[in-house]
């Protein structure tokens, strides 16, 4: 019983970190019309942020977390200004252009991981932050890790939710996700604020990569296994809804932790993608119904 | 020739000029099959032979491929994971059943074919990039399930894969694999354009440009979209065995990467999406460059993904698109000076 539990608990907090990602994508989704098949190497680049920092500054950990965010975030602009803006300008969406940005999305993972192998090789790089004695709950013990993921996360998306609810500028995100057009007309300075979003989303993207440095190793191809589980989430939980993408999350986390414990670990990166397939002959809008976005 | 690469075949400049234009291409092709003939015993070095041979295997993927994503429009990155299971079923048919390679070629097609079913089901119910991660999940899933399978030869791949042999004559040099690569990607290539042009190809066109109004014209979109992904398994599941059986026979899951998918769409995007002779023009380039590059094999993939992004920016049709441009443009100028003779 107790390995079941802390099978649970392990899914949970590598559910939040998937909740986190699939956050961003969903952010993405909601400003840009568009799926970012390279938020994946987002993580894996605020991962190896994160670790320079801790290295070279020796911050403490949540100021590490903070600077990794930043930098990634100003990353994600540049990278949405230079090459993503010129490509949605000929239009957004399921179009011919559509298909133009997932294949651009798709280049520019490559060139990222590219990148963050010339500059850090190919080794997995061990994140060396002690956080403590591990928590004991009536016969449980937490490793405090894992307590710090969960905790962090929280902390992450209650400001998300209010910054996006509290603030004039997470009001302009709102409406430019709803309608561009409409948010031109109400005055908001729409293409800043896609800006934003997506700067937004990659510090999420980041801040997961710093979170789960500790527990896991920082290694080059780290981004690709995490694209899928949270795209996987995001669909799980309704494309677009961000309630829904940190369920889907802790879903994917639970169900991946219990396949690896009870079935088989070689085929744990598989589990996710089952969950994707079955959830969408089910429901595919998720299980939490909201009908997916489709432009005509 | 080049005008069959346009999306309409292409119309005789005058009238009463269609005979000859059949002849001109009918002389084009045999023209190419004499070309194609001699061109491995013009090569150097035995290397150059094996080039061939892999620029031949990529040019019935890339052909493959293109179907799929440029005539039916459907995004799938997932494309190698269909020439991983040919390259496998194929191999240990070859291997563990001792099936010839006449056999083993066929029944990996069959194989191949299904899981393109089965792949083309997720498009019933996702669109574009929803599409896209799925197909990304399937050909992730594909390659852990035969790096982690034992039977499958697990992350030491599967060695000693037979080569073909004809009349007791094994085929296992360059040199004479090619005439079992050649006319194979020959027939791959004139059958896509036999589709292009046929019911089937303008059912993928309207699909690709608007489901909604192709299924309101009367077109079965789940089946046009299966036949899609079938059609294109077909081409992979060939490519796949014909990778598994040449010397050396020998396959590993890591050659089945998504970093090679990364080469795969490069093929095609530089080709231009949906242009028969672009694809082709670009696994020939892809391959030739590729294999130039090895030595500096660390900043490959970031090389080919920034010529993916700055083709999708600057030049989304491709080489197929320029070759188009050319041929219009030479079409009109002929047609105007036609129309100043007359007056």
Redesign the interface.
Known sequence: MSYFIDLVIVGLSLGMVYGLVAIGISLIYSGLDVVHFAHGEIYMLGAFIGLWVFNTFGLPFPLVLLASMIITGLIGVVIERVFYRPILKSGGGYTVAGMAMVICGFGMAFVLQNIAFLIWGPRSLPFPVTFGMPIEIGNLTLPSSYVWIVAAALVLMSALHLFLKKTRLGLAVRAVAGNKDIAYLMGINVPLTISVTFGVACALGAAAGVLVGPINYVHVLMGLGILIKAFAAAVIGGFGSLPGAVLGGLLVGVVESLGAGYLSGNYKDIYAFILLIVVLMIRPAGLFGILAKVKA | MTAHGTDEAAPAATTGAKPVTATRHLLAWVAGIGVLSVLPWLAVNDYHRFLLDLILINVILAVGLNIV?GFA?Q?T?GHIALMAIGAYTSAILATKFGFPFWLALPSAVLVTALAGAIVGI?SF??????L???T???A??VR??IS?NDYLGASIGITDIPPPSLFGLRLDTHLSYYYVVMPLALAGVYFSFCILRSNTGRAFKAL?EDP?AAAAAGINVQKYKTLAFVLSAVYAGCAGSLAAHMTPGFIHPNSYM??EM?TL?LMV?LGG?GHIWGGIIGAIVVTIVYDLTRDYY?????V??????LT??YM?TGIGGIIDRYIVTRRFVALRKAKGDAA
């Open positions: 994503k429009g995004v990155v997720p119910r996702l669109e574009g990039a929803y896209a991660l799925a990304l999940g399937l992730e899933s852990i399930f982690a690709r909604l998504l970093a990364v769409l995007i999406i660390n900043y490959q993939m970031l080919f993904g920034m010529v993916i992004v999708v920016m989304p």
